[in-house]
């Protein structure tokens, strides 16, 4: 009988005409019919990621995805820059070292951006430089990057892009193409609005070109076998039917809404979550909020006990900090299926539970604060 | 408004009960009511791999499962023994190859069925071998491989026995432990009545006892990261929650049903599917038919076509040949949520589209046969 509210950064809510889908009987994979869903879902992720390159589709969690893209890139002993400002950014580091692939940091501490100008230092200093990793929204801790600037240093260098946006995607605004990244990874359980369970790169020429020398063993994971099937719009092994025909349908969705008014509806969210969390007195964490998931500093001493106390109590799943930021930080997600009324039911929740935990707060303020920000859009 | 009746070995169809529990609200992976599901799932898994070890879930399809077997237990350089006689035995043999590992051959022509004196010959000759790999049932040609002797004769070696099982688990008799098999690798879209999606896999101590020294890079599929985090019913990855909910409905079924009387039905399934195809005047291929699939060699000319007119004229999907057997073979899936009843229409629709072809038939032979051997049991 209880009722759950979801504000984590994944998986985020379905939307019911999505979820139903997957609950369609099965069709087989091989067949023209399942054929015309794969091509269409594949439309549509060059429209969500913008670009012109084909976007492949993997059974696989989002770090699947990044592996893929570390493992089609290079070869044991090359060098690249990790540019991390998080727990997401640096999985690119520990994929990479596992591979024998010497990472130059170009990270910085948690809660801070990435900064282009290392970046660019750092690939002066390092001419070989095979790649640069970084993260599109950091979700460990709620910071966005500067991903267009960074395209544009990283694209008059030999060197090729490739940018975590596992989070970030269909939430807030990114052009593969126009910002000059060569490889864009993502997953399906954020702002594509699905469950978890699919995984989806693309590369550009350039990409490509670097591909052609990788000598990192691979099967699974073999960006080539994908792009062979993808011109029979076929997998090459078998997807995951039930997850591609809901994606259909979310994509679908999107479609109608416009790409630049998903990335709206979730700048006003984000507005009204960081004017929630001023108005409860809690600071914002990171050095630039991105717009898919706000964070903000909690008394330690309560830290872990807002988050259980929110879902034991009334349902409404937030996430809390990870890392060396446990304890210290809650995260309201606002990406995908979730909106404004939900934004308002977390807050109103929240301002309970810290009251119900000693913290000296006025009821309603928070809720007051969001909403204000949610109706001047 | 076209009806499909899916006899294909994969995806099989998927119970309603099963497939609308993928369309209920999603839950966080991070809480102690998914914990409790996965934790549910990973005990039926045992019951169904007959083992008392852990059975870890992937995201990933079931070569994902295959390649988490050749990546934990290697190191480049190895040698081990591919004992295959089909199309998934051979990927074996790649994706090993892939990584280093040096392949000694055991297999046999596609269509016969793996011999265990080969494969202890071949011990005997490479006491080196550090593990011998091949398959259950070997989807691509119908056969079912003697499990069981060959566990018997690894096991008295130093070398571990990983079995690809994707095919023929929970449809057909297969007892890990009793076995003495030490890596059982499976996936969800067959015998487990659901989607692709989700791969599987147990290790024996054996198994891990070589997992120690195993050399190959690897991230996604480190076998270790699994085994941690199941301690406290999570995985590491973002795990396909829709699929994993639907997963424990469909255990819930097996058990409630029983896996020796999954087997059963598969088994009379098995031998209508023979008696019907014997009945057309289709000679079985495969020297020894497992209980899953059923495959006949049909004329050339019209191999391909049988399949697809079955699928267009009547919605009925079967399977054609691989590889060299492209054209040449059908293959009737029986496992799963495919019932008596499916078997009777499959054979239904194969005496129409075989008298449309041109094939001299006797109309409701094949069915009558077919319903003999189900009446029978």
């Given at each position: 009988m209880k009722k759950y509210y979801l504000l984590t950064p994944g998986p985020t809510p379905i939307p019911p005409q999505v979820a139903l889908k997957e609950a369609l009987p099965?069709?087989?994979?091989?067949?023209?019919?399942?054929?015309?869903?794969?091509?269409?879902?594949?439309?549509?992720?060059?429209?969500?990621?913008?670009?012109?390159?084909?976007?492949?589709?993997?059974?696989?969690?989002?770090?699947?995805?990044?592996?893929?893209a570390i493992v089609n890139l290079l070869s044991p002993g090359d060098e690249i820059i990790v540019a991390s400002c998080g727990n997401f950014g640096d999985r690119w580091a520990k994929i990479a070292q596992g591979y024998g692939v010497k990472v130059i940091s170009a990270s910085v501490e948690w809660g801070k951006v990435v900064k282009p100008a290392e970046i660019e230092k750092a690939l002066k200093e390092n001419p070989n430089v095979k790649a640069v990793f970084t993260t599109f929204t950091e979700t460990s801790t709620g910071v966005v990057n500067d991903i267009k600037t960074i395209g544009e240093i990283v694209s008059k260098t030999n060197a090729v892009l490739a940018v975590d946006t596992i989070s970030g995607l269909a939430g807030q605004e990114y052009r593969a193409d126009d910002w000059k990244v060569d490889v864009t990874v993502s997953g399906s359980q954020k702002g594509f609005m699905l469950a978890p369970g699919l995984a989806f790169i693309s590369l550009s020429d350039k990409a490509w070109k670097l591909n052609e020398n990788s000598k990192i063993p691979k099967f699974y994971f073999d960006i080539k076998k994908y792009k062979k099937s993808y011109l029979t719009n076929e997998t090459p092994f078998t997807p995951p039917v039930t997850l591609i025909v809901s994606l259909q349908e979310s994509i679908k969705m999107i479609k109608e809404k416009g790409i630049e008014n998903v990335w709206n509806e979730c700048k006003i969210l984000a507005k009204a979550s960081r004017a929630g969390m001023k108005a409860l007195g809690l600071e914002?964490?990171?050095?630039?909020?991105?717009?898919?998931?706000?964070?903000?500093?909690?008394?330690?001493?309560?830290?872990?006990?807002?988050v259980k106390t929110l879902r034991e109590k009334y349902g409404v799943s937030i996430a809390g900090g990870q890392g060396d930021l446990k304890g210290k930080i809650i995260r309201f997600a606002h990406m995908g299926y979730i909106g404004k009324a939900d934004i308002l039911v977390g807050f109103a929740c929240l301002e309970m539970v810290l009251e119900e935990l000693g913290v000296k707060i006025e009821k309603g303020k928070a809720v007051a604060a969001a909403q204000d920000a949610l109706m001047k859009g």
């Amino acid at each position: 009988m209880k009722k759950y509210y979801l504000l984590t950064p994944g998986p985020t809510p379905i939307p019911p005409q999505v979820a139903l889908k997957e609950a369609l009987p099965i069709l087989h994979h091989r067949t023209s019919e399942f054929g015309q869903i794969y091509k269409d879902t594949a439309e549509g992720l060059k429209y969500i990621f913008q670009t012109k390159n084909e976007v492949y589709t993997l059974a696989a969690s989002g770090t699947g995805a990044m592996e893929t893209a570390i493992v089609n890139l290079l070869s044991p002993g090359d060098e690249i820059i990790v540019a991390s400002c998080g727990n997401f950014g640096d999985r690119w580091a520990k994929i990479a070292q596992g591979y024998g692939v010497k990472v130059i940091s170009a990270s910085v501490e948690w809660g801070k951006v990435v900064k282009p100008a290392e970046i660019e230092k750092a690939l002066k200093e390092n001419p070989n430089v095979k790649a640069v990793f970084t993260t599109f929204t950091e979700t460990s801790t709620g910071v966005v990057n500067d991903i267009k600037t960074i395209g544009e240093i990283v694209s008059k260098t030999n060197a090729v892009l490739a940018v975590d946006t596992i989070s970030g995607l269909a939430g807030q605004e990114y052009r593969a193409d126009d910002w000059k990244v060569d490889v864009t990874v993502s997953g399906s359980q954020k702002g594509f609005m699905l469950a978890p369970g699919l995984a989806f790169i693309s590369l550009s020429d350039k990409a490509w070109k670097l591909n052609e020398n990788s000598k990192i063993p691979k099967f699974y994971f073999d960006i080539k076998k994908y792009k062979k099937s993808y011109l029979t719009n076929e997998t090459p092994f078998t997807p995951p039917v039930t997850l591609i025909v809901s994606l259909q349908e979310s994509i679908k969705m999107i479609k109608e809404k416009g790409i630049e008014n998903v990335w709206n509806e979730c700048k006003i969210l984000a507005k009204a979550s960081r004017a929630g969390m001023k108005a409860l007195g809690l600071e914002l964490f990171g050095e630039v909020p991105c717009e898919v998931v706000t964070s903000a500093k909690v008394p330690e001493e309560i830290g872990g006990k807002i988050v259980k106390t929110l879902r034991e109590k009334y349902g409404v799943s937030i996430a809390g900090g990870q890392g060396d930021l446990k304890g210290k930080i809650i995260r309201f997600a606002h990406m995908g299926y979730i909106g404004k009324a939900d934004i308002l039911v977390g807050f109103a929740c929240l301002e309970m539970v810290l009251e119900e935990l000693g913290v000296k707060i006025e009821k309603g303020k928070a809720v007051a604060a969001a909403q204000d920000a949610l109706m001047k859009g």
